[in-house]
């Protein structure tokens, strides 16, 4: 299940590059409302078998505005400025970039008290080496603008994924899900009515994109990503879910037409196994990471 989610949110990728005549805040906007919409089943399946009565459920959703409203700031900066560098790079590329969230989060979180591994260090250096390759053969003045973006978006779902590990031990995982992207969804729209000249004219252009941005990989993919976890070992759902990066330049091949380099793709494998690096545990540490393990940002969500 953990590889068919990642192969969602990582051809997800590919859809937003579809949708990417469309405004960037009126895309976005509409996607995460779809995907809050689509949780809302699952939040009741999981109700009735855990037997929670509406009183407890109607606590469980006011006890998530704030911590929503919080996390929906990290996830609209995330989504729009990956959103908008989807104009000016290709799939693959911006699935590779995008992934450096999982080097970063444990960098990020040495700074806030987490335990550090040599994995990290290592894995750290091979992918920013990669990422040289994928996007800066021609030196730093010559990287291309999408890329760069995503590389700033990639900050902010660090910030989202560490946010989102705080406050998600102590509420609902799933109302609080639900909560940030209707908040993301909400701040978009005065962007949308600023920035875009047809904002929300076009969504019918992009039907397809959205549904599958919006229900697919935030809706299905999550759902998939609960059902899976309660039995794999975090480890585990952290290398699985990493192939994520594959799957956008996959994506990109088979539905954009998209082809790198010989040095990008010897810079996307570098970055891979960077990924991969960071996530392998230490001897005698069979249970994953020292922090939370890191979820794709197409969905931006972490248990």
């Given at each position: 299940m953990l590889l068919c989610g990642s192969a969602i949110w990582g051809f997800a990728f590919a859809f937003q590059v579809m949708g990417a005549h469309v405004g960037a805040f009126s895309f976005n906007s509409s996607r995460f409302l779809l995907g809050a919409?689509?949780?809302?089943?699952l939040i009741?399946?999981?109700d009735r078998r855990s037997?929670?009565?509406?009183?407890?459920?109607?606590?469980?959703?006011?006890?998530?505005?704030?911590?929503?409203?919080?996390?929906?700031?990290?996830?609209?900066?995330?989504?729009?400025?990956?959103q908008i560098a989807l104009a000016d790079t290709t799939a693959g590329n911006a699935a590779f970039v995008t992934g450096l969230y999982v080097v970063l989060v444990p960098l990020v979180g040495i700074l806030l008290g987490h335990r550090a591994t040599l994995n990290i260090w290592i894995g750290a250096?091979?992918?920013?080496?990669?990422?040289?390759?994928?996007?800066?053969t021609g030196g730093i003045a010559q990287m291309n603008p999408g890329d760069l973006l995503c590389l700033v978006s990639t900050l902010f779902w660090t910030a989202h994924i560490l946010s989102i590990g705080y406050f998600a031990r102590r509420i609902d995982p799933l109302r609080l899900a639900v909560a940030q992207f209707v908040a993301m969804s909400l701040y978009g729209v005065p962007f949308a009515f600023a920035t875009?000249?047809?904002?929300?004219?076009?969504?019918?252009?992009?039907?397809?994109?959205?549904?599958?941005?919006?229900?697919?990989?935030?809706?299905l993919g999550y759902t998939l990503q609960v059902l899976?976890?309660?039995?794999?070992?975090?480890s585990h759902a952290a290398l699985i879910m990493s192939l994520e990066s594959v799957f956008g330049a996959i994506g990109g091949a088979l539905l954009l037409g998209e082809r790198m380099s010989g040095v990008g793709y010897v810079g996307a494998a570098l970055m891979l196994v960077g990924i991969v690096v960071s996530q392998l545990p230490r001897r005698g540490q069979p249970h994953g990471p020292a922090i939370p393990v890191p979820e794709p940002p197409s969905t931006a969500l972490e248990l």
């Amino acid at each position: 299940m953990l590889l068919c989610g990642s192969a969602i949110w990582g051809f997800a990728f590919a859809f937003q590059v579809m949708g990417a005549h469309v405004g960037a805040f009126s895309f976005n906007s509409s996607r995460f409302l779809l995907g809050a919409v689509s949780l809302l089943p699952l939040i009741a399946w999981v109700d009735r078998r855990s037997g929670v009565d509406r009183a407890v459920g109607r606590r469980r959703w006011r006890s998530v505005l704030g911590p929503g409203a919080l996390c929906g700031v990290f996830l609209f900066g995330g989504a729009s400025f990956q959103q908008i560098a989807l104009a000016d790079t290709t799939a693959g590329n911006a699935a590779f970039v995008t992934g450096l969230y999982v080097v970063l989060v444990p960098l990020v979180g040495i700074l806030l008290g987490h335990r550090a591994t040599l994995n990290i260090w290592i894995g750290a250096l091979v992918a920013v080496a990669g990422l040289y390759l994928l996007t800066m053969t021609g030196g730093i003045a010559q990287m291309n603008p999408g890329d760069l973006l995503c590389l700033v978006s990639t900050l902010f779902w660090t910030a989202h994924i560490l946010s989102i590990g705080y406050f998600a031990r102590r509420i609902d995982p799933l109302r609080l899900a639900v909560a940030q992207f209707v908040a993301m969804s909400l701040y978009g729209v005065p962007f949308a009515f600023a920035t875009e000249a047809r904002p929300f004219a076009d969504l019918g252009t992009a039907i397809i994109p959205i549904l599958y941005a919006g229900v697919a990989s935030v809706g299905l993919g999550y759902t998939l990503q609960v059902l899976a976890q309660r039995d794999a070992l975090e480890s585990h759902a952290a290398l699985i879910m990493s192939l994520e990066s594959v799957f956008g330049a996959i994506g990109g091949a088979l539905l954009l037409g998209e082809r790198m380099s010989g040095v990008g793709y010897v810079g996307a494998a570098l970055m891979l196994v960077g990924i991969v690096v960071s996530q392998l545990p230490r001897r005698g540490q069979p249970h994953g990471p020292a922090i939370p393990v890191p979820e794709p940002p197409s969905t931006a969500l972490e248990l």
